[in-house]
Every structure is written in C-alpha cells, then in structure tokens.
C-alpha cells in the first residue's frame, strides 16, 4: 500500500509541464535598480535630511505593509500554508515573496489585493505623513510590486490552475 501511494504521489507532483519561462534580462534588473536610486536622488535633492529619513521610511513600512496585507490575505484561504513564503532578496524580487510553488491563481490574486490595498493604507496614513513620505512610501511600494504586476501581465492569458516558480533570473509556468 505504501508503495503505490508513494508512486501516485510522484505521478502528481511530475504531471506539470512547462509552458512558458520568463527570463529576467540584466538590462531589466539594472533599470529596476537605477529606478530606486532616481527615486532616493530625487528625495535627497528636494527634501535634504526629510528626504533620507522619508526614504528609509517608504523601505521599511512597505515591506510592513506588504507583509500584513499577504499573511491577512493567506488567511482567507481554506489552508494558508506560511512556509511557502519568506523573505527574499534575489535580484528584482525583494520582500516577502513566495520561495516554492504558488499557484497562479493564487498569486493574482494576491499581488491585486496587495497593489490596492497597499495604496489604501498609504491614502490613510495622508493626514499624518509629510509630503516627503507620502511620495517615498508610493513610490516605493509600487518598485516592489512592479516585477510581480509585470509577471500577471505576461501570464495574462495562462490558465488560473497552473503553477508558478520564481528564482532569481527567471519565472517558470507550469500547467497539468
């Protein structure tokens, strides 16, 4: 009995084919660094000792944001599995992404809710931020989501039950 269920066990885990691979080209990582360095050149030079301060700030509440939204999200799934998440910093994919498979659906989903409702919470946190943070915290949360938003954009037309892999240079599609 072991035996055979260990073997439909793999038969499952070996029916995903790959459909498509995206590859992270360095022209695309370097303009996503060059973005970010725009971003706290721009803050420096208009805000001085504000800016650096705003800078630090939009890094850090971001990813704060960004990590209550996913595991607030997870949560509404019939089994949120949490060890399939972690921190990462591996080229253009920093923060709190997922480090196995995720379905696509899923991963939607996700980065949806996280791009609206991570504006949201910026839009709440207005009246006691200054002008400084509030574009840091923007425009920083929208250079972390955006190679995610690009991924949803390419896999557009992919059907929602397939797989996602992402590694450093390169994002997997696989589909029954």
Request: proline residues 2%; positive net charge; hydrophobic residues 50%.
């Amino acid at each position: 009995m072991r035996g055979t269920l260990a073997e439909q066990d793999k038969a499952t885990i070996y029916q995903y084919q790959l459909k498509q691979k995206i590859f992270v080209r360095d022209e695309l990582y370097r303009s996503y660094l060059c973005a970010i360095c725009i971003l706290a050149i721009f803050l420096v030079l208009m805000y001085r000792l504000e800016g650096v301060k705003a800078f630090g700030i939009g890094m850090l509440c971001s990813q704060f944001i960004h990590f209550i939204i996913i595991r607030l999200t997870l949560i509404r799934v019939d089994e949120p599995d949490y060890k399939r998440w972690g921190w990462r910093v591996l080229g253009i994919w920093i923060g709190y992404i997922p480090v196995a498979h995720i379905e696509l659906g899923l991963f939607r989903r996700l980065h949806w809710h996280l791009l609206w409702l991570g504006l949201c919470a910026i839009g709440v946190l207005y009246p006691w931020a200054n002008e400084a943070t509030m574009i840091s915290l923007t425009m920083c949360h929208i250079w972390f989501l955006a190679p995610r938003l690009i991924i949803n954009r390419r896999l557009r037309k992919a059907k929602r039950d397939g797989v996602l892999k992402i590694t450093s240079n390169e994002v997997s599609y696989y589909h029954r």
